[in-house]
């Protein structure tokens, strides 16, 4: 069953300059038209090196940041438009908004996403004024919702965790907030039975972050994360700041829960072998974009795309005796997201290079069952080319 | 004749004294390092991996000290024949090691943003170094920092010389900390954790690098890293320290097919890994040890599954199996078991 669907999802950071007058003089794309889907109990990974966009896609899907365009669709309800500000919203009150200088230069870096809340709710409503406190009135509900339903674990426990408040404020905020605990008793008792869950006990619950270690600290920010019984979650690096064997400590309890919870995983790293081991399916990010995609197996067995050799024959090897694939090898390093090769992002790097790639990005193109990748040398023009420089 | 190793480091302890107790970071190293030699120190964090190198580099301060041990150089810097002799460096002075640190030894740190400074050219950071240690005008310095800006892979040296750090990539600014650890052309080279800061391409294209300025410089490394992957990649010799102590101290490829400490046995099965399909990661239990004031015993005691009587008495020594084989284990590990549970 799938439980997340994103299509064409897009985050633009727009970069501002000027004092007083900020001007927007350019924009960050993040994340450029990337889309996948997670299904019930299965893993997602992402991987793809810092600045591909991987964390920013794992943001915009618990709403830590909103989309520029694309839609997020969880358990076939298109929450795309769940987090907008009323003071946006009040812009579209006036048409003149729309065709103002600083709607079309994009001051608010969300032209796309606001056009369409605009066409689908206010464009043909009587009193727009109402339509919008409407609107409102049930987003705040909606939105309520969707925090029991996805919900995200970070990188470093010690910035993600409050060092102000005890292991049991932390786990029990939620549960009263969403109704889940009544009273304050009864959230404590389920605090402690949360605790025993991610392999802590339940005598724990007085002390503060930085009375445990790393790897029982990031058992808190995953059982904080559960206490809503989510459907989706988002795991941002969650092992990069442990050690390796409390990182295995780690991923078992990650796949113990998912057992128990039946939920879908977006596992987001830099650490291929982690993604090989934890996923079913892998997306592979470069620049904001997904160059290849599909099942986890099948990627790491037969890439197709140039980076994504260049990837696996970067990583090394915990054996002395395999040698490194020279041959896959790239030099240089990734190009600012700001200022974007022309063509395919990949070409200045890639060994295969021909005049197309400069040219145009290239498609995505299906090559086998359930593996999708976005390269010239699997277009059906250029399939006979290719041949290495 | 037997080679002589370049270094010889026996029985080192680095202690901290704090105001709780002693940290005891460091405890009964030893190990020698012969030209050519690349020895990998692998740990977890806290392992004592890093203190350890920069005991040897000369660099703590209070309240950290050495409490025991000798660290044997051998160099003619201070003989006045011009013969080389085994110098202590444990018992040098501040004042003398600068004459050792960046021309006998050059090291190479995990984050180069903080081990450049950035209010100072590359140019005048690496003129520094070279007219310390030797007898050249700067304008010669000048000329072999810009060689070696070449030899470390830097593209258009000669303009690049007069960047400051914040103008570099990161690869780029590891490539430039190389550069001046290499300027002297130093017997030894330590590399604390040099690649672990880089993306993934980056960190192939940086050890690739490293690996053939090794060949071309001909100094000793000493590889410090968490990552047991780079490690089979870089070293020849490997120490896997946990706790503060040796576990096991081993050839490459022997620390690998058939590592015999329960340590090791348990850190190679947790990890995941990307030429196989694992069943599972075997977990190690447990959290990792406390450095205040250790009890006298194995530190990994507490989550070893292969304990014996023997170990809640006496902390073994590091004993030799085989020729290059030392383990610290009152019960290590037959050499026929298995480490990694592969998919079939």
């Keep these: 069953m799938e439980l997340l669907n994103v299509k064409g999802l897009k985050k633009y950071f727009p970069i501002k300059q000027g004092f007083l007058i900020e001007r927007v003089v350019g924009f960050v794309r993040a994340v450029d038209d990337v889309s996948f889907s997670v299904d019930k109990n299965k893993t997602v990974g992402i991987v793809g090196e810092s600045g591909c966009g991987k964390t920013t896609v794992g943001k915009v899907i618990v709403r830590l940041h909103e989309p520029t365009d694309g839609s997020i669709i969880i358990d076939d309800l298109d929450t795309t438009f769940y987090f907008l500000k009323k003071k946006h919203a009040e812009k579209y009150l006036d048409d003149k908004y729309f065709s103002s200088p600083a709607f079309s230069n994009g001051a608010e870096g969300l032209v796309p996403y606001q056009k369409r809340i605009y066409d689908a709710y206010v464009k043909n409503s009587k009193d727009r004024k109402k339509t919008i406190d409407q609107l409102f009135h049930k987003l705040s509900e909606k939105r309520k919702a969707l925090r029991r339903k996805v919900q995200i674990v970070f990188q470093d426990p010690m910035s993600s965790l409050n060092p102000r408040m005890t292991v049991g404020q932390m786990l029990s905020e939620p549960l009263l907030f969403h109704e889940i605990a009544r009273t304050d008793k009864e959230a404590n008792s389920m605090v402690g039975q949360l605790l025993e869950q991610v392999g802590l006990k339940s005598h724990h619950i007085d002390r503060f972050p930085h009375q445990f270690s790393g790897g029982q600290r990031q058992r808190i920010a995953i059982a904080r994360a559960i206490t809503v019984n989510p459907e989706i979650l988002v795991l941002d690096e969650p092992t990069s700041a442990l050690d390796v064997s409390v990182q295995a400590q780690i991923v078992k309890l990650l796949q113990l829960l998912q057992e128990k919870m039946n939920a879908g995983y977006v596992f987001i790293s830099h650490n291929l072998a982690l993604v090989r081991f934890i996923s079913q399916d892998v997306s592979v990010m470069y620049l904001g974009r997904i160059v290849e995609q599909g099942e986890t197996q099948e990627i790491f067995d037969n890439p197709a795309h140039p980076y994504t050799k260049a990837l696996l024959a970067a990583a090394p090897v915990p054996d002395p005796k395999k040698k490194r694939n020279r041959k896959d090898l790239v030099g240089g390093q990734v190009p600012s997201p700001i200022n974007r090769p022309s063509g395919c992002f990949f070409n200045p790097r890639c060994k295969y290079r021909m005049d197309v790639c400069v040219k145009e990005y290239p498609p995505t193109v299906e090559i086998g069952k359930n593996h999708q990748v976005a390269c010239h040398l699997f277009t059906s023009s250029h399939s006979e080319g290719g041949k290495e420089k | ?344």
């Design chain 2, 1 to 344: 004749m037997e080679k002589k190793p370049i270094l010889s480091v026996r029985n080192l302890s680095t202690h901290f004294a704090m105001a709780e107790g002693t940290v005891k970071a460091v405890q009964d190293v030893s190990f020698d390092l012969s030209s050519d030699d690349v020895l990998g120190i692998v740990g977890e964090t806290g392992s004592g991996k890093s203190v350890c190198v920069k005991t040897i580099a000369g660099l703590i301060d209070p309240p950290g000290y050495i409490a025991n041990g000798e660290i044997l150089l051998y160099t003619d810097e201070f003989a006045k024949d011009g013969k080389k002799e085994y110098v202590d460096l444990a018992k040098l002075k501040y004042e003398s090691f600068s004459r050792i640190r960046g021309k006998h030894i050059g090291m190479i740190f995990q984050d180069p943003m903080t081990s450049l400074n950035p209010i100072f050219t590359i140019a005048d950071q690496m003129i520094e170094t070279i007219v310390h240690h030797e007898k050249v005008s700067e304008g010669e310095a000048r000329e072999r920092a810009i060689k070696l800006l070449e030899q470390v892979g830097i593209p258009k040296p000669s303009e690049r010389i007069d960047d400051y750090p914040f103008q570099l990539s990161g690869g780029q600014r590891q490539r430039v900390v190389i550069a001046i650890a290499l300027s002297c052309n130093p017997e030894i080279l330590v590399a604390d954790e040099p690649s672990t800061a880089l993306d993934v391409t980056v960190q192939a294209q940086i050890l690739e690098l490293m690996k053939e300025l090794q060949k071309q410089f001909s100094s000793s490394t000493i590889f410090i890293t968490h990552d047991l992957a780079v490690i089979a990649e870089m070293a020849t010799k490997i120490s896997v320290m946990y706790g503060g102590y040796q576990m096991e101290i081993a050839s490459v490829d022997d620390i690998f097919e058939v590592p015999m400490h329960p340590y090791t046995h348990a850190l190679l099965a947790c990890i995941p890994r990307l030429d196989i399909k694992q069943s599972e990661l075997l977990p190690i239990p447990g959290q990792p040890p406390v450095m205040m004031n250790p009890p006298r015993l194995c530190p990994f005691l507490p989550r070893c599954t292969r304990s014996v009587e023997k170990c809640q008495q006496v902390l073994p020594d590091l004993e030799q199996i085989t020729e290059e084989h030392f383990v610290r284990c009152n019960n290590p590990v037959p050499q026929k078991v298995q480490v990694v549970k592969e998919e079939v």
